[in-house]
């Protein structure tokens, strides 16, 4: 009799940045594989590396997927009877379960430093060898063991890989996937701070769970086997795995921030319809068959199934979108129209935020649309503007503006003061003149010379909008268009 007694699949977002549009694609395809089956969809927050994990990003990433319609049956706000749904809350679980491996032989305690870690990094790559932990403690006596556990010596414990044979899962996209386990590293399960890798911890949470079908991204494939190992460790009954192909940049490279936006909040903001961002979503990884290409969410739980997954490597084409988005528009009834534009682009949150900012530089009200459109762009039109100053030069221009977007993309308090003192300090940081720096940032954010004061714009436009113009300005440096 099967460990599962229904289809249970989950995603596990980390809560460490900006809602991706990467885990709203495998989100998708867990959802329709679970609805179509009668199965739950489980979301799992794993916040484990508290350095990073951060309680706005989770409400974003629920919020976000929320707006698409990909809804969970358990989780950190509905509950569930598998709790709880944060790996933070976990700890004692996966440490019971790290003694587990200990005592039947499948793990042990490692107390290489992290100096003889990077030596012997080094001395592997300089002589050409493949890099990889050399399983120095795997041999230590178990009176040694315990006479340095005795003296409080940080240790990790790391899981004992098969030294020889190979590990062959079945995948339900590619088949059976086979690897050499020499080739595989004895990974870290426990880490020195008492908190669990991604590893152990996705293993014990799944089985826990009884996530029946894990279905995930393709980078997890070369992870698998050490999961495998894992659940032979424990003598557990392996899931079901489907790893889906990566979205991809137009030049094959995997879609990231630099290239492509990839926040989900950016596209909502830009105007792009949920479902249209979903049947976008659909089509990147999956065929409706007979060439259709356009379909609901509820069309394409009914009709989904592993064998449509094209592995070619789907290209996040922002063409494709934008001329989806225009047949969803076009769909809308009156009604739909209108409220759209109310709520979303001209909703009296957005216009009451707006108001103290033009109110010095409006005489009538016919001049609004034609000044103060920026609000309510997505890119502007940088041509003719002198977006570099000379004194500064166009090397050191864009190198102060790239280090300055990297700083915005970890600024999660989008408020006046915060803003105000990350640009003051990035400015004196880089020893620029004032006018130098501000001017060119405005003519960026806004367009115009003359536009509503800066910081107080760019709190208005918000950390979407305003780092993706910053984004589009540096590329068109790059590309010499200014």
């Known amino acids: 009799m099967s460990y599962f007694d229904k289809v249970r699949v989950r995603i596990a977002p980390s809560p460490t940045g900006d809602p991706h549009v990467g885990t709203a694609y495998i989100t998708l395809f867990n959802y329709v594989f679970a609805k179509k089956h009668q199965g739950d969809l489980i979301l799992r927050i794993e916040d484990t590396d508290q350095q990073r994990a951060r309680a706005s990003s989770e409400g974003l990433i629920m919020k976000s997927l929320e707006w698409l319609g990909l809804k969970w049956d358990e989780g950190p706000d509905v509950g569930g009877d598998y709790g709880p749904y944060h790996q933070s809350k976990r700890t004692e679980i996966y440490r019971k379960h790290a003694d587990m491996l200990i005592n039947s032989g499948h793990a042990y305690h490692c107390f290489c430093t992290s100096e003889r870690l990077t030596e012997l990094r080094r001395e592997q790559m300089t002589e050409g060898r493949a890099t990889g932990y050399d399983r120095f403690c795997r041999s230590l006596s178990a009176e040694e063991v315990q006479r340095r556990l005795s003296g409080g010596e940080p240790h990790v414990i790391r ?8 590990t062959t899962f079945r995948d339900e996209i590619r088949g059976d996937v086979s690897i050499e386990n020499h080739l595989i590293d004895d990974q870290v399960l426990m880490k020195s701070d008492g908190f669990p890798t991604y590893h152990l911890a996705n293993v014990v ?26 659940y032979n460790a424990f003598g557990w009954e392996l899931p079901q795995f489907a790893h889906m192909p990566l979205l991809r940049n137009t030049d094959r490279s995997k879609i990231s921030k630099r290239k492509s936006p990839i926040s989900l909040e950016f596209y909502r903001r ?53 001329w989806l988005n225009s047949h969803y528009i076009k769909q809308m009834d009156d009604e739909s129209f209108v409220n759209y534009l109310q709520t979303e682009l001209f909703s009296p949150d957005t216009l009451q935020a707006i108001r103290p900012l033009v109110l010095e530089r409006l005489s009538t009200f016919d001049q609004f649309v034609d000044q103060f459109a920026f609000f309510f762009n997505g890119s502007l039109n940088y041509a003719g503007l002198a977006l570099i100053p000379e004194k500064v030069g166009r090397e050191v221009f864009t190198s102060v503006m790239q280090s300055l977007l990297a700083k915005l993309d970890e600024l999660y308090t989008w408020d006046f003061e915060h803003i105000h003192k990350l640009l003051d300090e990035h400015r004196s940081e880089h020893n620029i003149k004032a006018k130098d720096f501000f001017m060119p940032l405005r003519l960026i954010m806004t367009g115009r010379k003359d536009s509503p004061p800066l910081i107080e714009s760019i709190v208005t436009l918000g950390r979407e909008i305003s780092r993706f113009r910053l984004r589009c300005a540096l590329k068109d440096i790059e590309e010499g268009k200014i």
């Open 159 to 166: 899981l004992k890989m098969p030294l020889d044979g190979l």
């Open 205 to 230: 949470d799944d089985h826990l769970m009884k996530i029946s079908h894990v279905i995930r991204a393709e980078e997890w494939i070369s992870s698998t086997p050490k999961h495998v190992a894992l």
């Open 270 to 322: 830009k105007g792009i319809l949920a479902p249209a961002l979903v049947n976008f979503l659909g089509l990147m990884g999956w065929s409706f068959g007979n060439d259709v290409e356009i379909f609901t969410l509820e069309e394409m739980t009914k009709k989904f199934d592993f064998k449509g997954v094209h592995l070619g490597g789907p290209v996040f084409d922002l063409e494709k979108l934008a």
